[in-house]
């Protein structure tokens, strides 16, 4: 017999001798044992080899016969583990119910990996909001819900994690926001559409802080914030509510200037449910708000659905839609601070809009384990705004994914290709159309080493293309230019690199370190308008990039019946070439490259559930410090022919210190609750240090800004109030006081917020 024909026996007979071991099979279904839903993805492992659950939660494993052990698990679950036997020819079946984990540490998230990761595991620092806390607090829109999260702010729209932000209306966000892991920013200005996020039909929203770009790409520069909405349970679900909040006279009176009281509406509506293989979400909601600043208001409905079919037990596919028509009107900064509810003529817009997107996706389990899917979407945004601001865009996103968990390796490979491209056609910019396109390739591993040390490591490329067809601009003769045609294309690769160690049970000790990087938006480069100051391009304004790094402990304990963790984190933040609005030498506003900047600080949080002297309470409180500052800042007198960079960046401050505009150095935030039978009450704190730094030019255009930051030199608190009482499991009533110390407070120069204010709450769920 020669050497080919020996390897050929024994190749058949190794085959066959495998097909004579395991001639026994494990199949069952994995189910949550509350709700009796379908766990998908549950990992079933017997020895080596391991499998994961269909949509159905079914699994089936051929082994061999004889006495093994079964482990189950899913990640917000506790884990299952039995003895099994099984003879030769057996069909064992094994059918089992899992419990949800009380323990916060090990609440799923998947914002980090793609993946469901317990948030103890995590390598960087993460927030998750739970919809409860959404619901009880009244928050109208997702922004507002963010400023419950420790180091995020949220000011006038744009979104701020530890400082990796300032303040620039509608012009580019370094916080990418996503929907169901797709982006969902304006195609124009990168800036995110709170009013469009359905949080009626919200399951989880995750905060990631520090630099995201090697998954998520540009914009993700400084953290993600990412809604996952719910899917349809077993059981039918229908939800409603209704919210009216009255607003009451300011403390300083001279403010006042309404005879009958501003008021906001609200109501909302969901309902979930399946139908065999076909799952159906729908949710509506409807704002009227009649504002406390004179002459403003913002009105619109909202309408949301999601589907999902599941053709086989492998292969599922749906379509997602949510539309928003509305209308509003806004002013940019008050007439003067003594009556800051009154707006500046020349500052006010009123709009008319529509926005819509439509999101087709497919997931595909193959025979391998490993998970195939497709993301889309197109986003459209028609705003129809006075003033020559009218404004059209659209975005076409397409994703493929593939994800592989190696069982016996304890890892996890996801790899994907992105495509993005834009159409832009709007008056801010020249009254003329822009194209952009953007592709992307993404890889990231995660590895678990001794059951304690995950490591992740991501790579992303990115290749960016602008098409600018050239426009010219005049300002009423007062401001003229021309923008010369151009096509602009720019490609770089990030980096991030994370890990966490499980020192003791509760004990996480985490480090992380990542590249960011962002593009500039059109309307960085390109917007021409007026805002009670001009507003003029810079075509030729540069990318923006950097890293952020971070060490962080979380610490779990349990008080008795109350659980929760401890988090501590030190970070620091660089950047290169950070793009900033500042004044230029033709006294209008300009992006533009500053230099370097870095800004590095602290944070502590506290989470926790459970029970306080035998009372069901819940809190959630932090503590953040930030220092930012330039890498070249200049005092010294701006001469005539325009100074260096670190004179301008000086001389365009109001303060002679070097920090970053628009950034609190100190903020707090709290909000606790406890229940007493049917009743619950809870109370929410706020505390921000004054901005230290804003722009200069701002105490001469905006009245009165001097004498208020002067009065609140030392920041301000804020308090609300709520009780509620649960008159069944179907019926719930709120009462919400706002701002109960009827403080006077300003997140930006100009822009007053709500006096003090009463909601009163109904919830009712339909069985």
Do not use: C
Request: charged share 20%; no cysteine.
């Amino acid at each position: 017999m020669n050497k080919r024909h020996l390897l050929t026996t024994l190749l058949l007979w190794f085959g066959g001798f495998l097909l004579a071991q395991e001639s026994a099979t494990v199949t069952g279904q994995i189910i949550d044992k509350e709700t009796s839903d379908p766990l998908i993805a549950a990992t079933v492992q017997i020895g080596l080899k391991g499998t994961l659950t269909d949509f159905d939660g079914n699994f089936s494993l051929a082994i061999t016969p004889g006495t093994h052990q079964l482990t189950i698990r899913y990640v917000g679950y506790q884990s299952l583990s039995e003895t099994i036997v099984v003879k030769e020819g057996e069909t064992l079946q094994f059918d089992k119910q899992l419990t949800m984990e009380t323990n916060l540490l090990q609440i799923a998230t998947v914002t980090t990996g793609k993946f469901d990761k317990p948030l103890g595991e995590v390598t960087v620092s993460l927030e998750v909001l739970s919809p409860s806390l959404i619901e009880s607090t009244n928050k109208p829109s997702l922004d507002d819900a963010l400023q419950k999260v420790p180091g995020v702010t949220v000011i006038d729209g744009q979104a701020n994690i530890r400082g990796g932000s300032g303040f620039s209306q509608g012009a580019g966000s370094r916080v990418l926001l996503l929907v169901d892991d797709i982006p969902i920013l304006n195609a124009d200005a990168g800036f995110p559409n709170w009013d469009d996020i359905p949080i009626e039909n919200v399951s989880q929203i995750e905060v990631v802080k520090g630099a995201a770009s090697a998954l998520y790409g540009s914009a993700a520069l400084n953290g993600i914030v990412n809604v996952r909405t719910s899917y349809a349970n077993l059981e039918p679900e229908t939800k409603a509510s209704v919210a009216y909040t009255n607003y009451f006279s300011p403390k300083d009176k001279r403010l006042k200037w309404w005879d009958s009281a501003p008021y906001q509406l609200l109501a909302s509506l969901s309902h979930k449910q399946k139908f065999g293989k076909f799952d159906l979400v729908l949710g509506g909601f409807y704002n009227k708000e009649e504002s406390y600043n004179k002459d403003n208001y913002n009105r619109y409905g909202r309408f949301n659905i999601g589907t999902r079919y599941r053709l086989t037990d492998r292969l599922s596919f749906g379509v997602n839609a949510n539309f928003n028509v509305g209308e509003s009107a806004s002013f940019f900064y008050w007439s003067s601070d003594t009556t800051a509810y009154i707006g500046t003529a020349s500052t006010s817009t009123a709009r008319n809009r529509v926005r819509y997107n439509i999101d087709p996706y497919l997931v595909y389990f193959d025979k391998s384990g490993g998970k195939h899917r497709i993301l889309t979407r197109y986003h459209e945004v028609n705003n129809n705004n006075d003033n020559n601001q009218s404004n059209y865009s659209y975005t076409l996103y397409g994703e493929y994914q593939y994800q592989k968990k190696f069982q016996p390796l304890d890892l996890v490979l996801t790899g994907g290709f992105v495509g993005r491209a834009t159409r832009v056609e709007a008056e801010l910019y020249g009254d003329t159309t822009f194209t952009s396109q953007n592709l992307a390739a993404y890889l990231q591993i995660d590895k678990k080493f001794f059951n304690r040390l995950n490591v992740s490591l991501g790579f992303r490329y990115e290749d960016n293309v602008l098409n600018n067809p050239g426009f010219t601009y005049d300002n009423g003769g007062f401001l003229k230019g021309e923008i010369a045609p151009s096509k602009e294309k720019e490609s770089k690769p990030v980096l991030r690199l994370g890990l966490n160690y499980q020192l003791g049970e509760y004990t996480y000790l985490r480090g992380s370190w990542g590249q960011g990087y962002r593009f500039p938006t059109i309307a960085e480069k390109f917007i021409f308008t007026q805002a009670g100051f001009p507003i003029v391009p810079n075509a030729g304004l540069g990318s923006e990039s950097g890293w952020s790094a971070e060490l962080g402990l979380k610490q779990g304990f349990r008080l008795g019946g109350f659980e929760g963790f401890l988090d501590l984190a030190a970070f620091t933040m660089r950047y290169e070439d950070m793009i900033e609005f500042n004044i230029n030498n033709q006294l209008a506003f300009q992006a533009i490259n500053i230099g370097g900047t870095e800004i590095s600080g602290g944070e502590i949080s506290i989470a926790g559930k459970g029970e306080i002297f035998g009372l069901p309470t819940s809190i959630l409180t932090g503590y953040s410090y930030i220092d930012p500052k330039f890498n070249e800042f200049d005092n010294s007198p701006l001469p005539a022919d325009g100074g260096t960079l670190a004179q301008r960046n000086a001389n365009s401050s109001s303060s002679m210190n070097n920090i970053l505009k628009y950034r609190s150095k100190h903020t707090f935030k709290l909000d606790i609750e406890t229940e007493i039978k049917q009743f619950s009450i809870g109370l929410e704190s706020f505390y921000n240090s004054q901005l230290e730094a804003i722009d200069a030019i701002f105490f001469i255009i905006v009245p009165g800004l001097k004498d208020f930051r002067d009065r609140t030199e030392n920041g301000f608190w804020r308090h609300n109030i709520r009780a509620a009482y649960r008159f069944s499991e179907q019926l719930k009533a709120s009462v919400i006081f706002g701002n109960i110390s009827n403080v006077g407070y300003t997140f930006r120069p100009g822009l007053l917020e709500e006096p003090r204010n009463l909601t009163l709450r109904l919830d009712y769920k339909f069985n």
